[in-house]
Nanobody, 124 residues
Framework: QVQLVESGGGLVQAGDSLGLSCAAS????????MGWFRQAPGKEREFVAA????????LYADSVKGRFTIARDNAKKTVSLQMNNLEPEDTAVYHC?????????????????WGQGTQVTVSS
């Protein structure tokens, strides 16, 4: 049974930093590109960042480029999202997702496995 479990969310102030982690189990982690997506109340789910299966190619949404960093540890089967200089607009539930492919993608429909999500709230 495949499981993706996010952790690290919380309530922070604008300008603060926060790190999210996603632990994967039940899959051959190196066969999967990994992504982070977020969904704010009343809004559609949106792409945040993605990383290929080797960890040497990344994609970012324009809104987070330069502030967020995605990384993966294939030995530990984890993917992380370091978020710096957070803004109230970053408030959302953050989900990690796994795509059975070596290449990262911005398209949520290309990800098969999803975690339950972790809440990030940024106050102004």
């Amino acid at each position: 049974q495949v499981q993706l479990v996010e952790s690290g969310g919380g309530l922070v102030q604008a300008g603060d930093s926060l790190g999210l982690s996603c632990a994967a189990s039940g899959l051959t982690f190196t066969n999967y590109a990994m992504g982070w997506f977020r969904q704010a109340p009343g809004k559609e789910r949106e792409f945040v960042a993605a990383i290929n299966r080797f960890g040497d190619s990344t994609l970012y949404a324009d809104s987070v480029k330069g502030r967020f960093t995605i990384a993966r540890d294939n030995a530990k089967k984890t993917v992380s999202l370091q978020m710096n200089n957070l803004e109230p607009e970053d408030t959302a539930v953050y989900h990690c997702a796994a795509r059975f492919s070596g290449r990262a993608s911005r398209e949520s429909g290309e990800y098969y496995y999803w975690g339950q999500g972790t809440q990030v709230t940024v106050s102004s």
